[in-house]
């Protein structure tokens, strides 16, 4: 039997308090699961926008989407992730990722070191924080026996460590692109290829972890060609079919739309859906069709 849909959204634009607790609502008032937050330079510090957002709202899950684990080190970082868990109440998920924009590096003054170097560091940091926060004496204790780990993942090695360690496999369903900091999407075949090999590495597995993908795009509308242009133009040599059928789009009428998203569910596994925040809007109706036929 297929896992039950859940549905995040990214918050990624910095507002003033109200502002701020007002989106966090909104996004409950909408029906998301959980509320995330990204860990890039120029937008919010996530663990107190985490605490905000707690405070804003009773229902959905807090997460991070994902931390850039190059920021943090290991016991500083348990530190944060008991204090944010108590403070919410055990809503928090914690999500982890080795960080891909050299600039914020150097703009913090930390070395970004090589792919090899900066999965090492999250290697470590994975077995830290399972150390630290499973030990009956660490100080502060989260409110959760365990805090649920996501780790944002593509490559074999980071997908080894995710089957390993985290309770959420979340693909990113694009690859580090010719330009530095950027992404490049990938097609639905070579999404079930990196699906297949996780699923190999994590078939001793006790209990299963939720599959998680993040949708780049939402446009429900008759004519999505006008909202995928921004999308076709970086993208040479790409038809709008093409683009439509990349997992991370979802455009087109909301029956469609609804349709590739439980289809998405069937081929790969994807019960977990993340969207960005100025997709929040649009793919509410989406969120809400969905429930309503899980729960018919």
């Given at each position: 039997?297929?896992?039950?849909?859940?549905?995040?959204?990214?918050?990624?634009?910095?507002?003033?308090?109200?502002?701020?607790?007002?989106?966090?609502?909104?996004?409950?008032?909408?029906?998301?699961?959980?509320?995330?937050?990204?860990?890039?330079?120029?937008?919010v510090?996530?663990?107190?926008?985490?605490v905000?957002?707690?405070?804003?709202?009773?229902?959905?899950r807090?997460?991070?989407?994902?931390?850039?684990?190059?920021?943090?080190n290991?016991?500083?970082?348990?530190?944060?992730?008991?204090t944010?868990d108590?403070?919410?109440?055990?809503?928090?998920?914690?999500?982890?990722?080795?960080?891909?924009?050299?600039?914020?590096?150097?703009?913090?003054?930390?070395?970004?070191?090589?792919?090899?170097?900066?999965?090492?560091?999250?290697?470590?940091?994975?077995?830290?924080?399972?150390?630290?926060?499973?030990?009956?004496?660490?100080?502060?204790?989260?409110?959760?026996?365990?805090?649920p780990?996501?780790?944002?993942?593509?490559g074999?090695?980071?997908?080894?460590?995710?089957?390993?360690?985290a309770d959420?496999?979340?693909?990113?369903?694009?690859?580090?692109?010719?330009?530095?900091?950027t992404?490049?999407?990938?097609?639905?075949?070579?999404?079930?290829?990196?699906?297949?090999?996780?699923?190999?590495?994590?078939?001793?597995?006790?209990?299963?972890?939720?599959?998680?993908?993040?949708?780049?795009?939402?446009a429900?509308?008759?004519d999505?060609?006008?909202?995928?242009?921004?999308?076709?133009?970086?993208?040479?040599?790409?038809?709008?079919?093409?683009?439509?059928?990349?997992?991370?789009?979802?455009?087109?009428?909301?029956?469609?739309?609804?349709?590739?998203?439980?289809?998405?569910?069937?081929?790969?596994?994807?019960s977990?859906?993340?969207?960005?925040?100025p997709?929040?809007?649009?793919?509410?109706?989406?969120?809400?069709?969905?429930?309503?036929?899980?729960?018919?």
């Amino acid at each position: 039997m297929a896992r039950p849909f859940r549905f995040g959204v990214n918050l990624l634009t910095p507002a003033p308090a109200d502002e701020w607790r007002a989106k966090c609502r909104r996004a409950e008032d909408l029906g998301y699961d959980v509320i995330l937050v990204p860990d890039h330079l120029g937008m919010v510090a996530p663990f107190p926008a985490l605490v905000a957002a707690a405070e804003a709202t009773r229902r959905p899950r807090l997460g991070t989407f994902v931390l850039n684990t190059g920021f943090w080190n290991p016991a500083l970082l348990a530190r944060e992730v008991a204090t944010t868990d108590a403070l919410t109440g055990g809503r928090l998920e914690l999500g982890l990722g080795t960080g891909y924009v050299q600039a914020e590096h150097e703009a913090a003054g930390l070395p970004f070191g090589s792919p090899r170097e900066r999965v090492d560091h999250l290697e470590r940091t994975l077995a830290e924080l399972d150390r630290l926060l499973g030990s009956g004496e660490h100080q502060p204790r989260p409110a959760q026996s365990r805090v649920p780990v996501l780790v944002g993942a593509n490559g074999d090695r980071m997908l080894r460590l995710t089957a390993a360690h985290a309770d959420i496999a979340a693909f990113t369903g694009a690859r580090p692109g010719r330009t530095p900091g950027t992404l490049e999407p990938l097609r639905a075949e070579e999404l079930d290829e990196r699906v297949a090999r996780y699923r190999a590495l994590a078939a001793d597995r006790a209990e299963p972890a939720e599959l998680n993908l993040l949708i780049q795009l939402v446009a429900v509308t008759d004519d999505p060609e006008p909202v995928l242009r921004p999308l076709l133009e970086s993208l040479p040599g790409m038809t709008v079919d093409e683009v439509l059928a990349l997992p991370i789009v979802l455009a087109g009428p909301l029956e469609d739309v609804v349709a590739k998203a439980r289809a998405q569910r069937e081929r790969f596994g994807f019960s977990y859906l993340t969207v960005l925040e100025p997709s929040m809007e649009a793919f509410a109706p989406v969120l809400a069709r969905l429930r309503e036929e899980e729960s018919a």
